[in-house]
Nanobody, 123 residues
Framework: VQLQASGGGLVQPGGSLRLSCVAS????????WGWFRQAPGKEREWVSY????????YYADSVKGRFTMSGDNAKKTVYLEMHSLKPEDTAVYYC?????????????????WGQGTLVTVSS
């Protein structure tokens, strides 16, 4: 089972990026998809998740109002639109999938992980 994340890069503060994560083995139905990030020297932290066949999304307070998670069930892909990026958003971003449509903000809740994509916010 593979999850493939992409879309990271270098962006100036205040800029935007869109991350994508595709997993051919999973749909948005009956699964929860999450985004996490890990900055150098810090623990992996939850950013967002989508569940309920893509109808429900939830965000960490640190990104609420700036990030938007969405999904395309036909493409088996989820996206993370990131706006008003700040230097503290710099991290490797990971997508993850867990079985069942459940609330899930802990890394341990997720069984499947992508390889990560690096987002660097710097001038």
């Amino acid at each position: 089972v593979q999850l493939q994340a992409s879309g990271g890069g270098l962006v100036q503060p205040g800029g935007s990026l869109r991350l994508s994560c595709v997993a051919s083995a999973f749909s948005l139905v009956r699964y929860t998809w999450g985004w996490f990030r890990q900055a150098p020297g810090k623990e992996r932290e939850w950013v967002s998740y989508i569940r309920n066949s893509g109808r429900s999304t939830y965000y960490a307070d640190s990104v609420k109002g700036r990030f938007t998670m969405s999904g395309d069930n036909a493409k088996k892909t989820v996206y993370l639109e990131m706006h008003s990026l700040k230097p503290e958003d710099t991290a490797v971003y990971y997508c993850a999938v867990r079985l069942g449509s459940w609330a899930a903000t802990k890394a341990a809740d997720y069984a499947y992980w992508g390889q990560g994509t690096l987002v660097t916010v710097s001038s």
